[in-house]
């Protein structure tokens, strides 16, 4: 065997112990520099040490995420087993750490203690509580609302006693169902499930984002999931429902509702049977949204809730525009154009695309061009994507936007400086030179295998 055949083969274990080490490198960090509790962040002069290990572990996941890719898409792909038990290796360090690249995690905790207080989070904001558990909440949303819907509220009531802990076991729930989910997806959309699961389970934005980050987007995307399956197993009533729950958590999942009546039409004969589908789906949508509403007590508000402002230094697309040209409100009123405008080319494109993958390009246009982004949004697309994407284009830029938003985000949520951009950079550099020795040797044992009789 030649030398670049025995470099260009991947070792899916070697992969597996790469990203472990990344995994364990990124939660040692986050114990001095992750989304800590105020009384235990590190100072302005401390934590260099923890950052540094953090973009070590993120470029070393990355990175072994990335070559377990190449391995996916060779001649001898990973069997699903061995991809679900790498999953687990990956994220058991993140699970064991604390909240890592966002302080969502607090707010959602708030959320719920307000709602079992009877209080009125789409009316006030965290302030309204006050105490230790409040002050967790960066400033900038001491004030603002809550845009969730009434069923992560019952959520988060439930899980709020147990804190952090309980908000992660609900993260980790969602996660559990998507990947529960996602083989009947692939299996539908024709997609191979070594690469759906790749691409839709281990990707580094849904380790450092669901698992560590515990963001409340695993429980909507996990209802979301469900419902496509219930719709392509022929159930579009359990399907409408199941997405209008996963809508109740965060409202982008409402577009679900589309790829239900799409596939409710196909079962369906006679002339208006996208019109007949549609307008079930409705019925249904409105009954379940009433019924979880009253379930959980929590009224309306969170119809008015979804204006809540953005960060004033969000870098999305339109909002970075609105603030070179001074005129936020008109680029973001732009963007929802742009946004419906693609959504309604996508949709007409229904039948070719499939109903799925179109709702994927649907959520990726909500994404990118919305007032607001973080680096987990982007996993609203990566999930439909990940089962019903055809290999090519699509897939690469998904791939490559996957890795380099991974890298987009600190491990305390906060807006980095210059100082702790540099440490970054070492980090990431250091790792970088590790991977570097670690290929080099490999091809020195190559060719010293090559050269024995």
């Known amino acids: 065997m030649l030398v670049r055949d025995v470099v260009a083969a991947v070792d899916p274990r070697r992969c597996r112990l790469l990203g472990f080490a990344g995994s364990v490198a990124i939660a040692a960090g986050g114990m001095s520099v992750g989304a800590l509790p105020v009384r235990d962040a590190a ?48 994220a058991a360090p993140l699970v064991l750490g604390p909240p890592l690249f966002s302080r969502d995690v607090y707010s959602y905790l708030v959320q719920g203690t307000m709602a079992g207080a009877h209080m009125d989070v789409y009316a006030y904001g965290a302030d309204r509580l006050g105490g230790r558990l409040a002050a967790e909440v960066p400033q900038v949303w001491q004030h603002t609302p809550t845009p969730y819907g009434p069923v992560f509220l019952a959520v ?3 899980a709020a006693p147990l804190g952090v802990t309980g908000m992660r076991l609900v993260a980790l729930a969602g996660v559990g169902l998507m990947i529960a989910i996602l083989p009947a997806l692939a299996r539908r959309g024709g997609t191979d499930l070594p690469t759906a699961l790749w691409l839709g389970a281990l990707n580094p934005l849904l380790l450092l984002h669901l698992v560590a980050g515990a963001h409340n987007d695993a429980v909507m995307l996990g209802l979301l999931g469900a419902g496509l399956a219930a719709a392509a197993a022929g159930w579009p009533l359990g399907a409408a429902a199941l997405v209008t ?29 996208l019109v007949r589908a549609g307008l079930a789906t409705l019925a249904v949508a409105a009954v379940t949204t009433v019924a979880a509403t009253a379930a959980a007590g929590t009224g309306y508000g969170w119809i008015s809730a979804l204006g809540t402002p953005v960060s004033a230094h969000n870098w999305a697309l339109t909002s970075v525009l609105g603030r070179l040209t001074g005129d936020g409100p008109a680029w973001h009123l732009l963007g929802a154009a742009a946004t419906a405008v693609i959504v309604l080319l996508v949709w007409r494109r229904r039948h070719r695309l499939g109903p799925v993958y179109a709702l994927g390009l649907s959520l990726a246009a909500v994404a990118l061009l919305g007032p607001a982004i973080r680096p987990w949004y982007a996993l609203w697309a990566l999930f439909p994507l990940a089962v019903a994407a055809p ?15 991974a890298l987009a ?15 970054a950079v070492c980090g990431g550099g250091l790792a970088a030179l590790a991977l570097l020795a670690w290929r080099t040797a490999s091809r020195l044992r190559a060719r010293t295998t090559e050269a024995l009789p």
Do not use: H, M
């Not at 985000?409 to 440490?423: M, N």
């Open 43 to 90: 100072g302005p002069d401390d934590g260099w040490l923890g950052l540094v290990a953090s973009y070590f572990g993120l470029v070393l996941l990355v990175a072994a995420w990335w070559r377990l890719g190449r391995a996916v898409r060779g001649p001898q792909p990973p069997e699903p087993r061995f991809l679900l038990v790498t999953l687990g290796v990956w």
């Open 156 to 158: 988060a009531r439930a």
């Open 245 to 273: 729950l996963a809508a109740l958590v965060k409202v982008p999942a409402a577009l679900g509702l589309l790829a239900v009546a799409s596939i409710w039409s196909y079962r369906l004969r006679g002339r208006a049977r």
């Open 391 to 405: 290999n090519g284009r699509t897939r690469r830029w998904a791939a490559v936007g996957s890795c380099v938003l």
């Open 409 to 423: 985000v600190l491990p305390d949520g906060f807006e980095p400086d210059a100082r702790q951009l540099t440490l």
